[in-house]
Nanobody, 122 residues
Framework: QVQLVESGGGLVQPGGSLRLSCAVS????????MGWYRHAPGKQRELVAA???????NYAESVKGRFTVSRDNAKNTVYLQMTSLKPEETAVYYC????????????????WGQGTEVTVCK
């Protein structure tokens, strides 16, 4: 069973930066696509960024140029560097995984972890 542990969230002012981490266990991480998602109050969970096994990335239009997804296969960890954060990006951020990038992009993935909360405000 895949276990996902997100960390790195916190309180940041608008325009600030955060780096999120997601440690993955219980799966063959190196052959899985990974995704970062966020769930804001009153909204549906949405894909923020995805990364394939060969490092190909995919971003939501709203975060292009500000967020960067990366992975370290040796550490079974995926990262999300977020810059120029906006108040409307306040949400709980989750990672998840599947062998198929399309499944990650569509959110057709397994059980969710606890997530890490990001609050953007003055």
């Amino acid at each position: 069973q895949v276990q996902l542990v997100e960390s790195g969230g916190g309180l940041v002012q608008p325009g600030g930066s955060l780096r999120l981490s997601c440690a993955v266990s219980g799966s063959t991480f190196s052959i899985n696509a990974m995704g970062w998602y966020r769930h804001a109050p009153g909204k549906q969970r949405e894909l923020v960024a995805a990364i394939t096994t060969d490092g190909t990335t995919n971003y939501a239009e709203s975060v292009k140029g500000r967020f960067t997804v990366s992975r370290d296969n040796a550490k079974n960890t995926v990262y999300l560097q977020m810059t120029s954060l906006k108040p409307e990006e306040t949400a709980v951020y989750y990672c998840n995984t599947d062998r198929c990038l399309l499944a990650v992009v569509a959110g057709n993935v397994g059980a969710w972890g606890q997530g890490t909360e990001v609050t953007v405000c003055k």
